[in-house]
């Protein structure tokens, strides 16, 4: 894996903007690995505290697949199909992909029995034909590529880049300034329908940026529905964690002009909180 770095991430130590960037292993596994000569700055060795500048060609050779992924026969509920990708509808509580701590129940788990080696691997071991993700609490449509030439033509397509590390927060992203390290994130958020205690709202995302939506909502004092992590108060129903769901997804179908477009019905989550709600 190479990743050249921006001007928004300069002077930061490698190390550190390493275990931002590589969420699945931890700050002092990535500093070993330097060490070992598993991270190269411009085609050379140096050290964890190297500090990164715009332009620094960042070559990874982390060996991901330390636990073997096995294929698991779960249920998938497959909303469209072709010979090049897929889009599955997500549950709630199940894991895109594969970490260091949970190599079982995910996704890619599924999608590797399903699919075998028709899986794009570009992102690697764990990541299997995965473009982009939804946080484990959060159900609905993703896009699966069933090779790298269809995932190459789908990344184009497809943001998915963090809004800024909460720098007193590691698990969290904040609304940092530019020179900060913050990106450029826009959500276009419209009203549907207004209840006493919550209101139902749709995101259009313009950008991708991890928990963008979570994010965003929370700055302006209105965090989703029983998100315990951005900020929402006491609950009056129990749900599991934030009530978030991918319900509509839209997207040039690949290697043709067709555009495509699919839409679910809300999941048993949303469905409790609206019904409560009235």
Known sequence: MKIVIDD??????LDTYLAQYLQDFSRSKISNEIRKGSVLVNSKETKPSYTIKSGDVVEINIQENIFKIEPENISLEIVYEDENMAV?????GMLTHPTTIETT????????????ENLSDINGEFRRGILHRLDRNTSGLLMIAKNNKTHEYLVEKT?????????NHPEKMGILGIN???????SEVKVLKRFKEATLIEVHLITGR???IRVHLSSIGHPVFNDTLYGFGKM???????VLQSYKLS???????????FEIEPDEKVKKVLNYLG
């Not at 599955?88 to 709630?92: A, D, M, Q, R, V």
């Not at 129940?105 to 075998?116: E, F, R």
């Open 8 to 13: 928004l991430c300069e002077e930061k130590r």
């Open 88 to 92: 599955i509808n997500k549950p709630s």
């Open 105 to 116: 129940g995910t996704l890619v788990n599924a999608l590797m029995y399903k699919y075998g």
């Open 159 to 167: 943001i998915n880049k963090p809004i800024g590390r909460n720098p």
């Open 180 to 186: 900060e390290g913050g990106k450029e994130s826009i």
């Open 210 to 212: 991890t928990h963008q």
């Open 236 to 242: 009056k129903i129990k749900t599991e964690e934030q």
């Open 251 to 261: 997207f040039p179908k690949p290697f043709s002009g067709e555009i495509l477009s």
